[in-house]
Nanobody, 124 residues
Framework: QVQLVESGGGLVQAGGSLRLSCAAS????????MGWFRQAPGKEREFVAA????????YYADSVKGRFTISRDNAKNTVYLQMNSLKPEDTAVYLC?????????????????WGQGTQVTVSS
């Protein structure tokens, strides 16, 4: 089992940057693909990015491609999401999770062991 704790959220102006962290407990982290999702008020949870267990492959939602970068440090049991050129529409609670389905899934059904999330607010 894996427990996840996100941090790094906050209030930032449009065009600014934030770096989110997702700290994982449990030995299973190093053998697990990981992902980031986000959920805005009144909207469904949506896929943001995912990274292979050893970091060699990543994929992104079209809405963040070129602006966000997912990475991981298995020695620190941590996954990161570097967010640049932030827009007001990026405002949401950001959550990390473990991939339980096939590599490449973008559905919440393909993920498990969700963290509690960290709030990101982008002002215009």
């Amino acid at each position: 089992q894996v427990q996840l704790v996100e941090s790094g959220g906050g209030l930032v102006q449009a065009g600014g940057s934030l770096r989110l962290s997702c700290a994982a407990s449990g030995r299973a982290f190093r053998t697990s693909h990981m992902g980031w999702f986000r959920q805005a008020p009144g909207k469904e949870r949506e896929f943001v990015a995912a990274i292979f267990r050893n970091g060699i492959m990543t994929y992104y939602a079209d809405s963040v491609k070129g602006r966000f970068t997912i990475s991981r440090d298995n020695a620190k049991n941590t996954v990161y999401l570097q967010m640049n050129s932030l827009k007001p529409e990026d405002t949401a609670v950001y959550l990390c999770a473990v991939v339980k389905g096939p590599w490449g899934t973008r559905s919440t059904n393909g993920y498990d062991y969700w963290g509690q999330g960290t709030q990101v607010t982008v002002s215009s």
